[in-house]
Structures are given as structure tokens and as C-alpha cells.
């Protein structure tokens, strides 16, 4: 095979041991930075970068291959163990991850994260080596009409991470979409809801909702009972390793996120969140242990985690073969290989064959470099949490609002950041879910547009949307999902009458 | 927050849901006043009165869950969140005013501790002074990432 | 292992922080970019940043991104904090022109100092390879016979890509406020609807589209540059009958009210900065076209993009 070959050489440049010891400063500096709370993988790329540019594209491109499986492996770290996620495709790793943290399993979540991410991103790869070209013709067929039918079974399934109340789950997911209309909208000019300031014209950013609320609303959170009912995280109990069990629950899972988030993560504009949301879903429906959901599952991390990392690797699909950035990491990626003189698109896999499979064989180095480094250091992560509660919340919100700073230094900002704070503080206290807020300002916008989309290309025609197969399918099954549990239950009970 | 017995009503979700119809109320009146229609499809209007409709039904559901025992909120400290709320305060302050990144740091982490019980203001200061002069100096002289500065940054 | 990789990351940090060649001249400048991490303004400052302290012509330079609203709450603030101020610089481009007339923004270009206008990129029209449309011709043709039908692909609304496709469409004898233009998030996304055939045609840069037109997924139909690229096959749009230009341009601006001695010190540090050769690597790794006009011609060349982009943006009724 063709690419095979190709690859060997890619791997023959890739392995020098200078540019071995490249992979691992790469992913040592992102995981590092990563790993701060309120700084996601798209932040971390970015200020990375920079220290990769005067270097010979072989090294830097593998240093930067390094820095971005750090950076993405790296977020997850904060979610498990402060429940603070740096960006919006961790935040349900959080869920369940954070939970076991406070059970003191925080040992096992951080390595069935790190294991997961490691199977995912290997499959995800060899996925992007092999089927790049046939998954871009398919990926482009997909129309605003099918990604509508997509956000659909997205929101259908988002009802999964509600918790005990269907009617505070809907209302959190209802305050998300209120949040999405804030701003310009992006396919008339109208401005919604921004009451004039010209900072919200551009409407809330995802990482500022999701630092608000978890980082800044935990901390008030926990403050205000932490003379009442001290809920300190406990450090260690048991091993730090997964047991014979946990490996039983975690492998399933790894494998259906990677396959999961690596076709949805290839879409050019799937994103990184939605595999996250519908994985956790699936994992919840076929658990073994459905009630653990909620109070730390296993297979509640290891799925989201390895759909994840999928589809970080299925992003680069779009990314190398169209030059098409599907989310803000690959953006900051794309500026990346300007920077080398590879202009990503159709043409790059013939002109720079070389650095297309020498980058291919750097991310799988990076990938065995990220695991290889961060299963040893699981073990020093998890000291985080015997840091004096007082000095490790301080130093939670001095990163995480420094995250925001650096994104954007705008007192706007922050005021919004800190009004997401009380937000977040609230709704813990009333026991609302936090996770549907940040699903429904990224589902929302994105269904919106779509949709109008779809309607602009019909002249306001709405049975566009089932003239096409694949959105009719879509549309039946989230129509399906939606109707199918009340029937059963209306089943159950009709049967139940009848004995 | 312990409710009156006699009342039978559950007053933070009924509050809740009369902040659910005031946004509602607000969604509404932008979308009424948008000017910028579509010429083909469905305008940005639509969204604004599915998401009002959708928020007044999850108020009247409040109401209604109102009138059933709801959530105990349990005891709680105010004065950490106050605390916490100062923090805030010290760092979003610190910027508006141009006094930079090292100092709203430097507040917001002593005063969080202080929010947690720690009675050790002087030194607080000390180690989130610490803490912020070291994330300054490596994000902004070694990744040359703009943080706010103010007097103390420029004397790096 | 550990000690081992600490060491070498030290050095290798060592060795990319180590300092700038000499330089000739004492400005420390700082230029606000009014867009995030990314987009084509940041871009141009961090180009500018790197290429007037290599070329000596500043001392240093900090870029600081100010994102939000088209660049508009990046102009307000730089109106508000710039103004006399001898290191400050920001950038700008027709985008901004744009988003201060739909924004109703309280501050326009006419508020800052225009120093020089630096780089000017083509559109380009394009449609599907499988289109049956082969020339510009048949395009205005179908947009004659059918302007509803005929749908065009592009980037945000108000944006350049928009106020092209009312242009065309205007000239093509149609209502341009019955232009059919499906805003995308950017070039990237557009281009997906373009290659799967979802939509009639598509504008962006030519440099984000120029892979697909290279390898012939995407034909080229004409480029909104007033004359022929080199390098490029696509002839202008006014070579082909169609009377309409529009130039992608970006330039950089100073404060209000600075002082004459400022303005030419700024003046003097930009034209060293891109009649240098480092510039034109720049450019050329870049895909950027150099399009760079003096202060005075480039005052005179803002007044008439504002009028000609509020005309435009006034038919299709996103201005008043």
C-alpha cells in the first residue's frame, strides 16, 4: 500500500532521537500548560506555537504535534479533579470524572481519561492516514438540512446529563439557548439581545460560560458550605490504578467513543462537543450500571474522553484536505502550518507528501509520548488535591480568570465571567444541572443557523428538510428518542393494568 | 433557607419562575424590535420567540412546582460568598482601573483563601503576589501573551 | 529522564527567546489587533510585529488583541486610550468599514490617523466544478433570469463577500436586495457548501480557496481586483464586462490628534517595513497582495470605501 510506505518513511524522520526528545518537550509543555484550569487546548496551541517557529519544520512540526495531545489531554486533568474544565468538550468529562474524584477515585478517572484518549487518538490516526480522502467527499455531501438533523438527536440525547428533574434540566438547557441568541446573528446582521454594548456583538463565548459557571461557581459553591457540610475531595483511596473492573467498564467504551468522535469530529462542522454529549448518552443507555450515572461511572469518562480525542484527530481531516478549521484549536493549528509554508487543501498530501506523513508519525509518537509520560504522572496530579483548600480555590480562580484575560482583556468580559459565577453558584444551590446550560449555547446557535440555512436554500420551503435522506433519517430518530420512552412507559403501564 | 412552615409555598422556585417570565418578557420585546428581515427563510426573530414561548412555559412549570415542597438550600456561610464576591470585586477593579494583572491576581487569590477561613491576610498576599508575578513573567515575557498591565508590570 | 528533558527544554526555550538582531530605530510601539487569535487582522499585526523588528525599524513591538464586533470595540477603545499617543498603532481593514455603518458604531475611521494602507487581496467569484455555469456570463445570466435561485456562499453578513455578491448582482441588471447570499462563519465553511454542490456560487479570498482552484474542484470565474494578477488565471471583473471592484485591503492607523513628528515617524517606520525584502517574503508566504498607499492617499481612499460600502450596505438593507 501506498500510504503505508509512505508512512514508514514518516515514521523513519519522526523517530531520530532528536526529534523523539522534540515530541516529548512538546507534549511536557502542553500538558503543563493545558493542565491550568480555565486554559483549554485552543489557548495552549496558541501560545505554544510560537516556540516552535524557529525551528526545521521535521522538529517543530512533531514538537507541535507533541503540544497538542498535550494540550488536549491536558484539560481533562482540572475537569476530573477540580471540576473545573478549560473548554466546552471536557465539560462532560467533568460529570462523571469529578465525581469520582470526590470519592477518591480520582487515580483510575485520570487513567482511564489518559488510556482512553491514547486508544482513541490511535484509532482516530490511523483514520486520518487511511480515510481521509473517501471521509472529505462524504463529509462535504452534508448539507445545513443534515447538520439540523444532527443538533436535533444532539439535543434529544442532551436530556441524558439532566439529572433527578426534568423540568430544572429544561430550564438549564433553556437558559443556554437564551445565552446563544446574545449577539450578532451570523446570517442577517441582526443583533439580538446585546442591549447595545458593542462587546456582546459578538456574542458569549463558550470557555467564558464554562470557567463561569464550574470554576467560579464551584468555588462559591463550596464556600459557602464549607462550614456546614465540608465536601473536601478526598485524595487517594485505594489504588491510583485501575482495577481488573474498571478496565472490564473502560475498554467498550474507549472503543464506541473513538467511533463516535472520529466521523462526527471529520464533519467540517461537527466540533468537539457533540460526539462528547452523544457518547456519554450511549454509555448511560448500554451501562450495566445506569444508576452509577451521576455519582461517578467509569464508563462516563472513558467514553467522552475517548470521543474527544477522536475527534480532535478527525478534525485534522477537514483541516489537511480542505483547510477547513472546524473548531478554535484547529484554527489556531491552521495558522500553524502557514507558519511552515504548508498550505493546507486538496493539493497537500501531493505537494508536501514528506510532512503530511511525517506530521501522521508524529502524532502517533506524540499519542504513545502522552500516554507513556502521563500515566506516571497521574500520580503526582492527584497531589493537587492535598493542596489547603483555601490556597488550591485561590489558585483555581487566579488561573481560570487568567484564561479569560488572556483571551480577551476586556472588563465586559469579566463582569460577564463573574455574572456566570453567581449563575453557576445559583443554580448549584437549587440543584440545577450545570452541563445543559453550556449544550444549549452551543447546540442553539448552531441549529439556528442551520436551519435558516437550510429554509434560505428552499426559498422557505420546510419540507427540505425531509426531501433529503439523510436529514429525513435524522429527524425520525431524534423524533423517535424523543417519543420512545414515554411510549414504553405508557406500555408498561397499560401491561400492568392488564395483569 | 429556611421557609416559613405555614406558607406551603416553595419561594425560591416560585421567584425562579417569575425570573423565567421576565426574561421571557425581554426576549420578546428585542425580537419584536429586530429590523433587519430575511429576504428569504425564516429571520433571526424566529429563534428569539421559540427560546421566549420556551422560557415562559418552563416559568409557568415553576409556578406550578412551586406550590410543592421543593429544595432545602441547607445553611449557608454569606460571608464567604461575600468574600469570594470581594475577590471578584478586587480583580475585575483592578483592571478597570489600570492598576493591572499582578495586583487583581494578587487580591483575588488572598481574598478567596479568606473566603475558606484562612485568618492569614499578610501572608496570602505574599504567596498570591508570588503566584501572580510568576504566571505574568512566564506568559507574558516567555509566550509574550498581553496580560493588563498596570504601575507593577511596568517594571518588568 | 525527567532532569533530561527539563535541561533541553531550557535550551530550547533559551534558543527561541534570544534576542532580535540590532536595531536603528527607538519605537516601541504596541498594535492593537481588533480581532482574536487567528483571523486576518491578527495576522497583520503579528507580520508587522516580526518584520519591523527584524528590519530595525522599531525597537519592540507588542501586539495586543482586542476581538469583538467587526473590529469596532477594538476602534472605539483605541479611540479613547490612543489618542496623542506616540506607541500606538492599530489595524484595520474594509471589514471594519463595514461594521461601523451595521453596528452603529459611536466612532468611525474618520476618528483615527490613517497612516498607510498595506495589503489589498482579490475575491474571487467561483463555482463548483460541476456547475453549469463555465463563464462569469452565464452567472449574471442565471442571476438575470432567476436572482432567488441563484445562491451564493460566502462569509459573514455586511462582510466583503456579501457586499461583492450585492455589487454583481446589481451590475447582472437585478435587485441586489433580492440577492440570495447564505452567510458561513468563514471561507472554510462556505467552501464545504460549495463542494457539495449546495449552493450556485461562492466568494472568499483567493488565498483561502486557491488549493480548490488549483486542483480544479472549484473553477474560478473572475476576481474582484481592478486588474490581472500575475499568477492568477482569473481575470478581473471589469475585464469581463462586469463593472464592479472591490479590494479586501487592510491598513494601520495611529491615534487621534497625534502630533506631526508622531505621524511621520510612523509613516517613515511602515514604508522602511514594507518596501523591505523581508516584507515581501511575508507576502509571499502569506498569499498576500501588496497594495500599500501613503498616509494622504490612503485618507482620501477611506472616505470613498465608506460611501461606496454604505451604498451597498443601505441596498441590502443592513444599514440606514
Known amino acids: ?499 | 433557607m429556611p421557609l416559613p412552615a405555614s406558607s406551603g409555598i416553595h419561594r425560591p422556585t416560585l421567584y425562579i419562575g417569575l425570573g423565567l417570565f421576565a426574561l421571557a418578557a425581554v426576549t420578546w420585546f428585542d425580537a419584536r424590535s429586530m429590523s433587519i428581515r430575511a429576504t428569504y427563510g425564516m429571520g433571526a426573530d424566529a429563534a428569539s420567540y421559540f427560546v421566549a414561548a420556551f422560557i415562559a412555559a418552563l416559568g409557568v412549570g415553576h409556578v406550578f412546582a412551586a406550590m410543592k415542597p421543593g429544595i432545602d438550600a441547607g445553611e449557608t456561610d454569606w460571608g464567604a460568598v461575600m468574600w469570594i464576591a470581594l475577590a471578584m470585586g478586587g480583580l475585575v477593579g483592578s483592571i478597570w482601573i489600570g492598576l493591572g494583572f499582578i495586583l487583581g491576581s494578587t487580591l483575588l487569590f488572598a481574598l478567596t483563601a479568606r473566603a475558606f477561613g484562612r485568618r492569614a491576610l499578610p501572608f496570602d498576599l505574599a504567596i498570591g503576589f508570588g503566584l501572580s508575578l510568576m504566571i505574568f513573567l512566564l506568559f507574558n515575557k516567555l509566550l509574550k501573551l498581553s496580560l493588563p498591565s498596570g504601575p507593577l508590570e511596568r517594571l518588568f | 529522564m525527567s532532569f533530561f528533558s527539563t535541561r533541553l527544554a531550557a535550551a530550547a526555550v533559551a534558543l527561541f527567546t534570544a534576542a532580535a538582531p540590532v536595531v536603528a530605530q527607538d519605537l516601541e510601539l504596541t498594535i492593537i489587533a481588533p480581532a482574536g487569535a487567528g483571523g486576518g487582522w491578527d495576522a497583520a499585526a503579528r507580520a508587522l510585529q516580526d518584520t519591523m523588528v527584524r528590519t530595525g525599524n522599531a525597537k519592540s513591538v507588542q501586539v495586543q488583541n482586542v476581538p469583538g464586533a467587526g473590529g469596532t470595540v477594538g476602534l472605539a477603545q483605541f479611540v479613547q486610550n490612543a489618542r496623542g499617543s506616540d506607541d500606538q498603532m492599530l489595524v484595520g481593514g474594509i471589514t471594519m468599514v463595514g461594521a461601523i455603518l451595521t453596528n452603529k458604531a459611536p466612532v468611525s475611521l474618520s476618528d483615527v490617523t490613517p497612516i498607510a494602507r498595506l495589503t489589498g487581496d482579490p475575491l474571487v467569484v467561483v463555482v463548483p466544478a460541476n456547475s453549469p455555469h463555465q463563464t462569469l456570463a452565464d452567472l449574471t445570466a442565471a442571476i438575470q433570469s432567476d436572482v432567488a435561485n441563484t445562491i451564493w456562499a460566502g462569509g459573514s453578513a455586511g462582510g466583503a463577500d456579501h457586499i461583492l455578491a450585492a455589487l454583481i448582482t446589481q451590475a447582472a441588471g437585478a435587485d441586489p436586495s433580492k440577492v440570495n447570499y447564505v452567510a458561513y462563519s468563514g471561507g472554510g465553511e462556505a467552501l464545504a457548501a460549495m463542494l457539495g454542490g449546495q449552493v450556485t456560487a461562492g466568494i472568499s479570498g483567493y488565498g483561502e480557496w486557491q488549493g480548490q482552484i488549483e486542483s480544479g474542484d472549484l473553477r474560478a470565474l473572475a476576481i474582484s481586483y481592478p486588474e490581472p494578477i500575475e499568477g492568477i488565471d482569473a481575470q478581473p471583473l471589469k475585464a469581463q464586462g462586469v463593472d464592479v471592484e472591490l479590494v479586501n485591503w487592510r491598513g494601520i492607523f495611529a491615534g487621534p490628534e497625534i502630533s506631526d513628528e508622531t505621524k511621520q515617524a510612523f509613516s517613515a517606520a511602515i514604508e522602511n517595513t514594507v518596501k523591505s525584502p523581508e516584507w515581501q517574503e511575508v507576502l509571499t508566504a502569506r498569499g498576500w497582495t501588496d497594495y500599500y498607499a501613503p498616509a494622504d492617499e490612503f485618507e482620501t481612499f477611506i472616505a470613498s470605501e465608506n460611501e461606496r460600502v454604505g451604498d451597498v450596505l443601505r441596498s441590502i438593507g443592513l444599514a440606514e
Open chain 1, 1 to 499: 500500500m501506498d500510504a503505508l510506505i509512505q508512512l514508514f518513511d514518516g515514521f523513519a524522520l519522526a523517530i531520530a532521537p532528536m526529534n523523539l526528545a522534540f515530541a516529548a518537550i512538546g507534549v511536557l509543555l502542553g500538558t503543563a500548560v493545558g493542565v491550568l484550569p480555565g486554559i483549554g487546548p485552543a489557548l495552549t496551541v496558541a501560545l505554544l506555537l510560537p516556540v516552535t517557529f524557529k525551528m526545521d519544520p521535521g522538529g517543530s512540526l512533531i514538537m507541535f504535534a507533541g503540544i497538542y495531545y498535550g494540550g488536549m489531554y491536558g484539560g481533562s486533568t482540572t475537569a476530573i479533579l477540580l471540576n473545573t474544565p478549560g473548554e466546552a468538550a471536557s465539560v462532560v468529562t467533568a460529570l462523571e470524572g469529578n465525581k469520582m474524584a470526590r470519592k477518591g477515585r480520582g487515580g483510575p478517572a485520570l487513567a482511564t481519561a489518559a488510556i482512553g484518549s491514547f486508544v482513541a487518538a490511535l484509532i482516530a490516526t490511523a483514520g486520518l492516514a487511511f480515510l481521509a480522502p473517501i471521509l472529505v467527499k462524504i463529509a462535504v455531501k452534508f448539507g445545513p438540512w443534515d447538520y439540523f438533523g444532527l443538533m436535533l438527536i444532539a439535543f434529544v440525547t442532551v436530556s441524558a446529563t439532566f439529572g433527578s428533574s426534568p423540568l430544572r434540566g429544561l430550564t438549564s438547557l433553556a437558559i443556554g439557548l437564551w445565552l446563544g441568541l446574545i449577539g450578532i446573528d451570523q446570517l442577517t446582521g441582526q443583533t439580538r439581545l446585546a442591549f447595545g454594548v458593542p462587546n456582546l456583538f459578538d456574542g458569549i463565548e463558550v470557555t467564558t460560560l464554562a470557567v463561569g459557571l464550574f470554576a467560579i461557581g464551584e468555588a462559591l459553591f463550596v464556600a459557602s458550605r464549607h462550614f456546614y457540610a465540608p465536601e473536601k475531595p478526598i485524595p487517594i483511596s485505594g489504588s491510583i490504578w485501575m482495577t481488573r473492573k474498571d478496565w472490564a467498564r473502560s475498554w467498550k467504551p474507549w472503543l464506541r467513543g473513538a467511533g463516535i468522535g472520529f466521523p462526527i469530529g471529520a464533519l467540517p462542522a461537527g466540533g468537539a462537543e457533540i460526539p462528547t454529549f452523544l457518547s456519554y448518552t450511549t454509555e448511560r443507555k448500554l451501562s450495566k450500571h445506569p444508576e452509577e450515572f451521576g455519582h461517578g461511572a467509569i464508563e462516563g469518562v472513558a467514553g467522552p474522553e475517548a470521543a474527544n480525542n477522536a475527534s480532535a484527530a478527525g478534525s485534522l481531516v477537514p483541516l489537511l484536505t480542505l483547510g477547513l478549521p472546524t473548531s478554535a484549536t484547529a484554527a489556531v493549528m491552521l495558522a500553524g502550518f502557514q507558519q511552515y509554508n504548508i498550505q493546507p487543501g486538496p493539493l497537500l498530501f501531493v505537494q508536501h507528501a514528506d510532512l503530511v506523513w511525517a506530521l501522521i508519525a508524529s502524532l502517533f509518537i506524540a499519542n504513545v509520548m502522552l500516554l507513556v509520560l502521563n500515566l506516571p504522572l497521574v500520580g503526582l496530579w492527584v497531589q493537587l488535591l492535598k493542596i489547603p483548600l483555601p490556597w488550591l480555590y485561590g489558585g483555581i480562580l487566579v488561573f481560570a480568570t487568567m484564561g479569560t484575560i488572556a483571551a480577551n482583556p476586556s472588563v465586559v468580559e469579566l463582569l460577564v465571567l463573574s455574572a456566570f459565577g453567581a449563575l453557576g453558584f445559583i443554580m448549584r444551590r437549587y440543584d440545577y444541572p450545570i452541563a445543559p446550560v453550556v449544550v444549549g449555547l452551543i447546540l442553539g446557535p448552531m441549529a439556528d443557523s442551520q436551519l435558516r440555512r437550510a429554509l434560505q436554500m428552499s426559498l422557505g420551503d420546510p419540507m427540505v428538510l425531509l426531501q433529503h435522506p439523510g436529514s429525513a433519517t435524522m429527524i425520525v430518530i431524534a423524533t423517535v428518542a424523543l417519543i420512545a420512552p414515554f411510549v414504553f412507559r405508557g406500555l408498561a403501564r397499560f401491561r400492568a393494568e392488564e395483569d
